[in-house]
C-alpha cells in the first residue's frame, strides 16, 4: 500500500512539474513580472497539482461520461475562482492586473486540457482493451516520470535566456533539478519491482537484499550528479541573457525594386469576368438542372455519411469510457455472445478452411473469459495455463479442468482434421 502510495504521489508531483512551465512562458513572453517574486509565483503555477489529482481519481472511479465532466466543470469553476482570489489577494493594488488576469486564464486553459486529455487516456486505454485483451497496459505521460523528459525543461531554459527573463530560467532550473531526482526514484522503484516480479518463479535472490544494493547504487549516482550540479546553482547569479526581439533593432530594411512584369489587360469596371476571359469572350455556360441535382445529391450523401461517421465515433467513445472500469474501479472487458468473425476467419473462410479455425479461436476465447472473471491482475507471460488457473481460483473447478483439456488440444493437438497447431 505504502509502495503504491508513493509512486501515485510521484506521478503526481511528474504532472505538476510539467504543466508549472506554462504562466512564466507567457510572463516572460509579454514581459511580464509577478510583484510578489518568483518563489510565489511557482507556488501559484504549482496549485495545477489539484486538477492533475482530482482528474486521474475522477477518471479511475468515474464510470459515466455525464458524471465525469460534470466534475470537470466544478473542478475549472473552483480552480477559476481559487486563482481569482490568489490573482486579487498577491496583487497588490486592490484590483486585478493583466499579469493576474493572465495567470487566471492560463490556470483555467491547463484545467481544461489535463479533463480532456485523462479521457481521450481512459478512452484509448479501453479501445486498446477492446482490441488487443492481452496487451500491456497504456500508460498516459501524465503517469509516467522519465529521465526522458528533462529536456523539457532544458527548452524552457533556453527560452529564459532567449527572452532575458531571469524568473522563467530560476523555475526551469530548479524544476529540472528537481524532476531528475524524482525521475531516478520513480525508475528506481518501478524498475525494482519489474525484476523482483520477473524472478517470481525461482526466488533466488532476496528482496532486501536487492533493494538495498540498488538503493545503494541510486544514492551514488545521485551524490554525484547533485555534486554536478551545485556550480551551476552558485553560478546562477552570473547567467548570461539575451533577448532575441532586439535583435534586429536600428537594422533598417534594404530597398526592393520591383521588376515589372509583361502588361496584362485586365477587364474594365464592369466588363467580363475571368470565366469570360478564359472562354475567349463568350459567356460562361449555364450548367444544367441534372448536374446541379447530381452535385447536390452527391454533396448531401458526403454530409450524411460524414455526420454518421462522428455518431458512430461518438458512441464508441461513450461505450469505451463507460464499459472500461466497473463500479469499483477495476478494469473490465465487454464481451458479447455474438461477436463478429475476426478478419482472419473471414479470410479462412475464403479458403475453406473456417470451420476448425473458428471452433479453436472459440475455444480460446471462452478460456481467456472465464480467466478474467476471476482473476482481476493480468497474467504473466511466463506462467503456464495450469499456474494461471491456480490464481485465478480455478484449480478444483471441474467445468474449468473440462475447458483446460479443450484448450490444451486447441493449443497443441489437432482440431476438427485442421493441421495447424494454435
Known sequence: MIY??????MEYLHGALLFSMFVPLVYAVTAWSDPAGT?????????IAVPVIVTERAAKRVKSVVLYFAVGALLLAGTGAVTGLIAYVTGGRGRFEAYGICYCVMMAAETVFIIIRRFADRVSAAKRMREE?????LVSFLDHPALSLVWYFVVFYVLGVCLNAKPLCDIAF????VYTFLALVYEYFVETRAYLEMNKRTKGIPRRRLYGVSFSMLLLFSLLLLAGM??????????QYTDIRKWFDGIAPAPFEYERGPDFQMPAAGGGSWMEILNDG?????????AVALLWGLGAACALVFLYGVFLVIRQILRDFRNSRDENGDIVEEIGDDQIPQRREVLLDRKGRRGAESEAERIRRRYRRTIRRHRKERPEPYESPAEIEENAGLKNDGQMRHLHREYEE???????????KI
Request: glycine letters at 10%.
Open 282 to 290: 463568350e459567356p460562361a455556360p449555364e450548367p444544367s438542372k441534372l
Open 230 to 239: 551545485v556550480p551551476s546553482v552558485l553560478l546562477a547569479g552570473q547567467r
Open 133 to 137: 485483451p492481452l496487451a500491456a497496459r
Open 410 to 420: 486447441a493449443r497443441y493437438g489437432d482440431l476438427r482434421g485442421s493441421s495447424r
Open 4 to 9: 503504491r502510495q508513493g509512486l501515485k504521489v
Open 174 to 177: 530548479y524544476s529540472a533539478v
Open 39 to 47: 518563489g510565489v509565483l511557482y507556488v501559484k503555477c504549482f496549485l
